[in-house]
Every structure is written in structure tokens, then in C-alpha cells.
């Protein structure tokens, strides 16, 4: 899988958020406000012991930052899904579900700050 070519320094790109929604500020508070309902139960599916479709749950995920433009995320998640399946056991799928837990709750936080601005 090739990696994008996301800029990873940008946590939530307000620009590609912008254009996504066509500038309505209504319907961007909507789209962040199902983002940040569903994005931490992706990362709570994803980072579950027992979950086999790992890279399939990552997928989704990187799709709903890509979505909004959070890149920071987007990229993340789509290293977790560049390691396919890995076992419970594999100390890179901890790693990596710690780095998506920091990034979401990162991400969050700057899309709270954006509507609240």
C-alpha cells in the first residue's frame, strides 16, 4: 500500500473542511458532531483485544479523518492498516492503537476549539 501524500503536521485541515461542506457552517458542525460520535467507537472497535478485522476497522477510520481533513489521524490510521492483521500479541499493534488513541483525542479537541470559535 502506498502511503498518501497527507501532511501530517495538520491535525484538522479547516480548508479541505471548508470545501468539503461548500463553506455551510451549519452543515460543518453537523459533520464534525457525527465524526466525533463515531470516531472514538472506530478506535474502541479497532483497539478491542479480540478484533480480528483489524485492518478493515482501521480503514474506517482513516476514512472518517480523511473525511474532514485530519490528516494527523488520517495518516495514522492508515500506518495501523499497513500492518494488516496483527496478532493481539504484536507489540506494534499496541503501539500504534496508543499513537491512534492520542490523535483522536487531539483531534477532538481541536474540532471542539473550531466550533466553539
Not at 56 to 67: F, M, P, V
Not at 79 to 96: I, N, Q, V
Request: glycine share 4%; with cysteine.
Amino acid at each position: 500500500m502506498a502511503n498518501s501524500n497527507w501532511d501530517e503536521t495538520i491535525v484538522l485541515d479547516v480548508s479541505h473542511l471548508e470545501e468539503f461542506t461548500g463553506g455551510d457552517r451549519d452543515l460543518q458542525v453537523h459533520v464534525l458532531a457525527i465524526f466525533m460520535d463515531n470516531a472514538p467507537s472506530y478506535l474502541e472497535t479497532l483497539c478491542r483485544p479480540d478484533n480480528e478485522n483489524w485492518r478493515a476497522d482501521a480503514h474506517k477510520l482513516k476514512g472518517a479523518a480523511r473525511s474532514i481533513g485530519a490528516w494527523w489521524l488520517a495518516i495514522e490510521a492508515e500506518r495501523a492498516e499497513a500492518l494488516g492483521y496483527p496478532s493481539r500479541d504484536d507489540p506494534r499493534r499496541k503501539k500504534c492503537s496508543r499513537e491512534l488513541l492520542k490523535r483522536l483525542e487531539e483531534t477532538i479537541s481541536h474540532i471542539k476549539q473550531l466550533v466553539n470559535d
